[in-house]
């Protein structure tokens, strides 16, 4: 139990931090945001709980593909949030991701990559 209160607390503690340098500077906040932190950390923890190669292995592959079809969002959020405001815009946001991604795993499919 012990272990599971410190894993939530050091990673809480990265998204604070993401959210505390954001406020500080733009710039500063998005590096810091775009850095790997959370999947660092998972394979972190995946490897202290002696966790196989093979999953940290397919932890890294899968995070890799999965991150591509984000990035549009990241793309449309500045220019939809002027038109939109804040919550239509992250709902927006969520729905283009999710098609993106859905079209995103259809394609890899034909390169025997399976995503979904």
């Known amino acids: 139990m ?9 990673t809480s503690a990265v998204v604070i931090l993401v959210s ?3 406020k500080r500077s733009d710039r500063f906040g998005g590096f ?3 850095l790997p932190m959370i999947s660092l950390l998972t394979l972190v923890w995946l490897h202290l709980e002696n966790q196989p190669d093979v999953k940290l292995a397919n932890h890294a592959w899968y995070t890799f593909w999965y991150v ?6 990241f793309l449309a959020f500045p220019w939809l949030l002027q038109r939109l405001g804040f919550w239509w815009t992250l709902g927006s946001c969520a729905l283009i991701t999710m098609a993106c991604f859905g079209a995103f ?3 890899l499919r034909r390169f025997g990559i399976t995503l979904l």
Not at 2 to 8: E, R, S
Request: charged fraction near 10%; aromatic fraction near 8%.
């Open 32 to 34: 810091v945001a775009a």
């Open 68 to 73: 591509i079809p984000t990035l549009p969002m």
């Open 2 to 10: 012990k272990w599971l209160i410190a894993k939530y607390l050091i």
């Open 20 to 22: 505390e340098a954001a």
């Open 105 to 107: 795993a259809l394609a």
